[in-house]
């Protein structure tokens, strides 16, 4: 993978392309707080500074000793109106005060297609040249409890993840107008 990284404008002063913000959502409906051993949904937001509509790769990274992350990579597609949010599936590993996860922004040596819905993983040669970016939640952190143990009737639903999910985008909408 190659360490350069892209500017939008050959100024010589370093300008970002894209401005990201992150939020964790628990798995429990209702609740702020993430819970060790239990999956929390990382939503990232992507805001391009130039408007186009094109295909990144959005990367998060952390470390082990604080999360566990299946799926590190994903394709997202900036829209017209220089929009666009993906999530991952993070898994706290201990209780405390965690740093969010890292994200990084590639630009993606791919091209878009009717398949992509049905793309199940992303390949290294996807990847191109990490994009500056500026991250809103950098030093952000979350505070993690210990585990929950859910009686019978308080399982959580897709619905209820479908939900989280709606709000979540609310929310982060909000912080881009």
Known sequence: MMNKVVKCVNEGTFEACYELCAQLLSSQPGAVLCRVDSACDLIVSLRSLTNKV?????????????WAINEKHKLLYVKESGLGQ????????????????????????????????SLGHIEQSMFGAHLASFIRTNGKQVHVLGAFNPSADQKSTSSDKSRRLKEAKSRLTKLFD
């Open 86 to 117: 993906t999530s991952f599936s993070v898994v706290p590993k201990m209780v405390g005060f965690l740093p969010y996860p890292s994200i990084t922004v590639y630009c993606c040596h791919h091209l878009r297609t009717s398949s992509d819905k």
């Open 54 to 66: 094109e295909t990144v790769v959005i990367g998060v990274d952390a470390d082990s000793r604080f």
